[in-house]
Structure formats: structure tokens, C-alpha cells
């Protein structure tokens, strides 16, 4: 089967660095996603990997390493309004998105 | 600028009645158009998708069902909704044709049915 693991929840300060996991296992791959969704509200796109390396965005950067099935959104100089939900998505070899749970960041001031 | 909207935002429904929930997209043609629901801890669950007028994929059988009458319209219905069909429901719309997979989203609507 398919399957998207990353951590439920996460922790971490104001002005601090975090970094939220992504584990696949899918029938193929054509790129991995992350969106930010506030309490709510609908997803936002975030980012997209398709090739093994880190991709720099602002504060936001995304990494994928497909040989070990894995990424990570990293967050640096955290801000209140970061307070979200971070959706890591694949798709597979037929074009489907196939979404995680969501790993739900909380900041403390 | 292409824009998505959908509603109602939020209805409560008793089982068995009906279900309408409504999307339509501004500023584009012929997109890619997808029903998601999104259940408490879980990951978004693709319903339907259609990649062109009364073209429907279906991804779970359930009872729900869903159309496209319009380019740029889908309507997701039931005729006899279910208490575990309460949920938070996103529309969503890509470009047609385009591998990226960047989907853009609707308001979403959180149905509770009772």
C-alpha cells in the first residue's frame, strides 16, 4: 500500500529553526509537495521537489532525498503566524497526490 | 487572476437528508477539478476528479456522487448522507495537462451530520 508518515505534532520557539519529516512509500514518484494549512482554512501550496537536493524559498526550504523516501520542510526564524499544519504530499506514477496526515506546528512565544 | 470558490462554509445536515455542496473557478479553462474530504488526523482524501465537463473519476466508493455540468463548475451530492460522511470537504482545481501537481483551493465547507 501507500503511505505518508510524518510526525502528528511538533513544538518549537519563536525566532527558532524547525524541521518536519516526511517518510514515503508509494507505486512510483513525480514529485513531492508541502502545504501549509491554517486551522480552518484550506491548504496552501508550499513547495515542490522532484530532483534529490535542497530547494530554498524565503525562510522555507524543502529537501528530498528519493533513494531513502524522505524530506523535510525546514522553518527558520519562526514567526507566531507559522502556527499551522504542514501536509507533506507524493505523487505516484499515476499522477495522484497522495497526502500525510499533517504534522500540526505550535509556537510558543 | 484564477480564483475558486465554494459553498456553503458550513452546514449542518441530519442523517438521511440530501447534500450540495457547490465550486466553481474564475480565470481559467478546462482545469483539472477534485473533490477532497479532510477527516480529524487523517490526510486528505481524494473523492472525485474530473478533467473535463461530465467527466467524473470516482476514488471511493461511497454515497456520494459528483458532476460537472460546467467547465468550471463541480457540485459534490448525496442523495442520503451518512454520519460518517461529516467532514471538512476541499475543493480544489490544477492546470490541465501539467504534471507539477500544484492544486489551488477553495474555502472548504465542514459538514456535521447529526
Known amino acids: 500500500g501507500q503511505n505518508i508518515d510524518q510526525p502528528t505534532e511538533m513544538t518549537a520557539t519563536e525566532g527558532a529553526i524547525v524541521q518536519i519529516n516526511c517518510t514515503y512509500q508509494?507505486?512510483?514518484?513525480?514529485?513531492l509537495f508541502w502545504y501549509q494549512q491554517h486551522a480552518g482554512e484550506a491548504p496552501t501550496f508550499l513547495s515542490y521537489?522532484?530532483l534529490d537536493g535542497l530547494e530554498e524559498k524565503g525562510r522555507f526550504s524543502s529537501f528530498l532525498s528519493r533513494s531513502k523516501g524522505y524530506s523535510y520542510l525546514l522553518l527558520k526564524e519562526l514567526q507566531m503566524k507559522d502556527s499551522a499544519s504542514y501536509l507533506c504530499?507524493?505523487?505516484?506514477?499515476?499522477?495522484?497526490?497522495?497526502w500525510g496526515a499533517g504534522t500540526k506546528l505550535i509556537i510558543k512565544p | 487572476s484564477q480564483t475558486i470558490h465554494q459553498w456553503p462554509a458550513t452546514l449542518v445536515q441530519p442523517v438521511g437528508s440530501p447534500l450540495s455542496l457547490e465550486c466553481t473557478v474564475e480565470?481559467?479553462?478546462?482545469?483539472?477539478l477534485y473533490w477532497y474530504r479532510q477527516a480529524a488526523g487523517r490526510g486528505l482524501q481524494l473523492l472525485f476528479y474530473?478533467?473535463?465537463?461530465?467527466?467524473i473519476s470516482s476514488e471511493v466508493p461511497q454515497n456520494l456522487s459528483a458532476s460537472r455540468p460546467q467547465d468550471r463548475q463541480f457540485i459534490l451530492s448525496s442523495k442520503k448522507l451518512l454520519l460518517s460522511d461529516s467532514g471538512f470537504y476541499l475543493c480544489?482545481?490544477?492546470?490541465?495537462?501539467?504534471?507539477?501537481?500544484?492544486?489551488?483551493f477553495g474555502e472548504g465547507s465542514r459538514l456535521t451530520v447529526l
Open positions: 480544489a482545481w490544477g492546470v490541465a495537462g501539467e504534471d507539477t501537481g500544484e492544486l489551488f
Open positions: 480565470g481559467t479553462s478546462n482545469p483539472n
Open positions: 474530473s478533467v473535463g465537463i461530465g467527466q
Open positions: 508509494t507505486s512510483g514518484f513525480n514529485g
Open positions: 521537489n522532484v
Open positions: 504530499a507524493v505523487m505516484d506514477s499515476n499522477y495522484q497526490l497522495i
